[in-house]
């Protein structure tokens, strides 16, 4: 299996922005569809958005018209930027295969704290 690393987290105030980057070490993933998910405290990871290889996407409802999920194949990348972000948007955020039912080891994640 290879890896996943995701960076980019920080904190804002309720508004602002973050991108997000997940780095991944072997071109497999190039080919797989790709997603990004979210954990809040105590909660299993939920998917917050997937794109294909082609470039197919989808959201969860929670974060439409907020959140884009993009990637950059030749650097085995995938990038989720979050605009006009919500405290409830507060949670660690993971990349992972998606649309597979299976996965590949998980990162350690990237902390999004938005607060006032």
């Known amino acids: 299996q290879g890896h996943l690393v995701e960076s980019g987290g920080g904190s804002v105030q309720p508004g602002g922005s973050l991108r997000l980057s997940c780095a991944a070490s072997?071109?497999?993933?190039?080919?797989?569809?790709m997603g990004w998910y979210r954990q809040f405290p105590g909660s299993q990871r939920d998917l917050v958005a997937d794109?294909?290889?082609?470039?197919?996407?989808n959201y969860a409802d929670s974060v439409k018209g907020r959140f884009t999920i993009s990637r950059d194949s030749a650097e085995n990348t995938v990038y989720l930027q979050m605009n006009n972000l919500k405290p409830e948007d507060t949670a660690v955020y993971y990349c992972?295969?998606?649309?597979?039912?299976?996965?590949?080891?998980w990162g350690q994640g990237t902390q999004v704290t938005v607060s006032s």
């Open positions: 992972n295969i998606a649309r597979t039912g299976w996965y590949s080891d």
């Open positions: 072997k071109t497999i993933f190039s080919d797989l569809p």
């Open positions: 794109i294909t290889r082609d470039g197919d996407t």
